[in-house]
């Protein structure tokens, strides 16, 4: 690599001499002697004056070559972390997600990467569809996984499976029976939503909107969980994924009957930015395209 200003600099600083500098930094002393005039012009600072044959820091120029080799420090530490947070083997993948996402189907996929690539590092954003993605165009997260899917310029999607949507009733309901449920027969029934921004209730209101109907939206959430319990506690009915067995996902209490008609699932997708990925979060993208059925675990 070429010697830059900011490598002189340091040079001359360590040394206190300017032949020593350019002999380690493998170049002829004039050119040293030149960038230090330069460097010396452009901040309109003395940092050198006469010395014998040759030339000696002045105290400003000393105290500039100490920040220079505290900012080539830096620049260093900045370099192995972007290397290292590149390599497949002990890398780093930003992943945001919907908090739907996070019981069970994220752990899944997050452990079969690792299985073979035991030093990779996950950072690991959950929040609302809106959110991870504006996470994802500020360059904050590598991938996302969400729905519905977006189309927005800018990013790439890859569309993974459909999940089964359901309406969560409480156990005692008088509809809490097997088989597929039209929302229309729930018409008149207060709903535990979404809030306006996650996924979930853009689905749900279409869903309803295509059934005619304009539900009584008792309570509004942010979390699954939360809303399932409040289900179970007979305070609504709610539009959710499928719970995925063996999770906290499962309430006591709580009975589902899978969404009849047309918008029955929802599409769960893998989003990035329109540009090159890091290695190790290509390699996480493979993992989850090839995987996309840990998704519905």
């Known amino acids: 690599m070429l010697a830059g200003p900011l490598q002189v600099l340091a040079a001359v600083g360590e040394h206190e001499h300017v032949t020593r500098a350019a002999q380690e930094l493998g170049l002829q ?69 919907l908090h739907t996402l996070g019981a069970a189907a994220v752990p899944a996929l997050v452990r079969v990467f690792r299985a073979d690539h035991p030093g990779v590092r996950f950072q690991l954003h959950q929040g609302a569809a809106g959110a991870v993605l504006e996470q994802l165009v500020a360059g904050e997260v590598d991938l996302v996984l969400t729905s519905p899917v977006p189309r927005r310029e800018g990013l790439l999607t890859d569309a993974l499976v459909e999940q089964p949507l359901v309406v969560a009733l409480p156990a005692d309901h008088r509809l809490a029976t097997p088989g597929p449920l039209e929302l229309s027969a729930v018409a008149a029934e207060e709903f535990v939503l979404f809030e306006p921004g996650y996924g979930l209730r853009e689905l749900a209101d279409a869903s309803f909107a295509r059934a005619g109907i304009v539900p009584r939206v008792a309570f509004e959430g942010q979390d699954a969980h939360t809303i399932r319990g409040l289900v179970a506690a007979g305070l609504g009915l709610a539009v959710l994924p499928s719970a995925q067995r063996g999770t906290s996902e499962v309430f006591a209490g709580v009975v589902e009957r899978p969404l009849a008609g047309p918008s029955s699932t929802r599409t769960l997708g893998l989003v990035r930015r329109d540009e090159p990925l890091p290695r190790v979060a290509a390699a996480f993208r493979d993992l989850v395209l090839a995987r996309g059925e840990l998704l519905l675990r």
């Open 29 to 97: 002393q004039p050119t040293v002697s030149r960038t230090l005039a330069r460097v010396q012009r452009a901040v309109g600072v003395p940092l050198l004056v006469p010395h014998g044959r040759g030339v000696r820091l002045t105290p400003a120029g000393r105290a500039l070559t100490e920040s220079a080799a505290r900012a080539l420090a830096e620049l260093e530490r900045g370099v192995r972390t972007v290397q290292e947070d590149d390599a497949v083997g002990t890398g780093r993948v930003a992943l945001g997600f």
